[in-house]
Structures are given as C-alpha cells and as structure tokens.
C-alpha cells in the first residue's frame, strides 16, 4: 500500500513552540502533500513537495522529503491556538497521472494558548 | 475562481434506505473527481475516482457507486445503506486534465452520514 503514516498519532504544544510531525510511506511517489483539516470540516492543502525536492518552505510551514528513507516532516514554527487541527499527508503514486492520493491517519495538532 | 460544493452537510438515514450524495464544481473543466470516506479517527479511504464523463474507478469493494453524469458533477449513491456506511464523506478534485502531474486536490467540507 502507498499509505502514508503520520507520527505522532497526537501532539499537544503551547504557543509559541515549534511543532513537528513525520510520514513515513512504502512506495514511489511523484509527490507528497501536506493537508490540514479543522474538526469536522474538509482537508485544507498546506504544501506539496515533489519527488526531485528535499526542502520547501511556505509561510511558517517547512516541510522536508527524504526519499531514500520515504520519509517527509511537516515543521510548524512558532506556534498559535489556531494551528489546532489534524494534518495529513498524502502520497501521489508515481508516474500516475490520476490524482489518486493516499492518506494517513493524521496527527491532532493541539496547540495551548 | 474554483469552488466546490458539497451536500448535504450532515445525513441521518436508516438501515436499508437509499443514498444520494451531490458534489459540483465550479469554475474549471474536466477535473479529475475522487470521493474520499473519513471512519472517525482515521485518515481518508479513497472510494472512487473519475477522470471523466461516464468514467469511474472503484478503488474498493463495497456497497456504494458512483456516477459522473456531467463533467463537474459527482454523485454517491447506496441502493440499501449499512450501518457500516456511517461516516464523514468527502468529495475532491484536482486539475489533472491532459496528464498533468504534481497538482493539489481541492475538497469540499464534507457529509456527515450516520446509518441508524
């Protein structure tokens, strides 16, 4: 399976601080995205990093990709009550053209004021 | 700009009653559509998968179906809902018309579906 894996299953933080989170996946990619979801709602896309990448950086977002070890991080710098959600990543097959993506389990981000 | 819609919000439906989930979009042409079931706590099964009219792709077997009578038109359905079929449901798409790679997906806010 392409699944990616989120770690941890849960964080809890207060503001200020930095977060990180890990996805681990099996197989190939063109792709790995980064997603965002508030309780009860749909997936925001926060980044994409390709295949050929092994940095990017948006905002305070700074995602890394390690292909050799299929692995990528999501890090959240400084921290605010309003990062509470879960987040996601999602894995896009290489050489596929469909857009089929795969998720993990997600991380519950909990952020303190 | 792209937006999609999604409905209903939420969905209380008993055992063995039939389905019909809606998702439009807006605002771009031949998108691929995918329909994405969330169990809760869990991350996200993709169902189906269409890159086009009358085109769809089952990425596992179970009681649902869908269709894509027109292009920025997809819709869930259930001839006899299970219990099992509780879930939050969401539909996506994403601009990869003419086997473009490295694109987003774009989703809507979702259906709460509880089978009573």
């Known amino acids: 399976s392409q699944q990616g894996e989120e770690d941890p299953q849960a964080l809890s933080i207060q503001e200020g601080e930095n977060a990180t989170m890990n996805c681990s996946y099996k197989?190939?990619?063109?792709?790995l995205q980064w997603y965002r979801q508030n309780s009860g709602r749909g997936l925001v896309h926060l980044i994409l990093?390709?295949?050929?990448?092994r940095e990017k950086h948006s905002g305070r977002l700074r995602v890394t990709l390690d292909t050799s070890k299929k692995s990528s991080s999501l890090l959240i710098t400084a921290s605010r009550a309003a990062d509470t959600a879960s987040y996601f990543c999602?894995?896009?097959?290489?050489?596929?053209?469909?857009?089929?993506?795969?998720f993990g389990r997600g991380t519950q981000l909990t952020v303190w004021p | 700009s792209q937006t999609i819609h999604q409905w209903p919000a939420t969905l209380v439906q008993p055992v063995g009653s039939p389905l019909s989930l809606e998702c439009t979009v807006e605002?771009?042409?031949?998108?691929?559509l995918y329909w994405y079931r969330q169990a809760a706590g869990r991350g996200l099964q993709l169902l189906f998968y269409?890159?086009?009219?009358?085109?769809i792709s089952s990425e596992v077997p179970q009681n649902l179906s869908a269709s894509r009578p027109q292009d920025r038109q997809f819709i869930l359905s259930s001839k006899k809902l299970l219990l099992s079929d509780s879930g939050f449901y969401l539909c996506?798409?994403?601009?990869?018309?003419?086997?473009?790679?490295?694109?987003?997906?774009?989703f809507g806010q979702g259906t709460r579906l509880t089978v009573v």
């Open positions: 605002g771009t042409s031949n998108p691929n």
């Open positions: 999602a894995t896009d097959a290489r050489g596929s053209t469909l857009g089929r993506l795969y």
């Open positions: 996506a798409w994403s601009p990869l018309g003419g086997g473009k790679m490295n694109t987003e997906a774009f």
């Open positions: 197989t190939s990619i063109n792709n």
């Open positions: 990093i390709r295949s050929n990448e």
């Open positions: 269409s890159v086009g009219i009358g085109q």
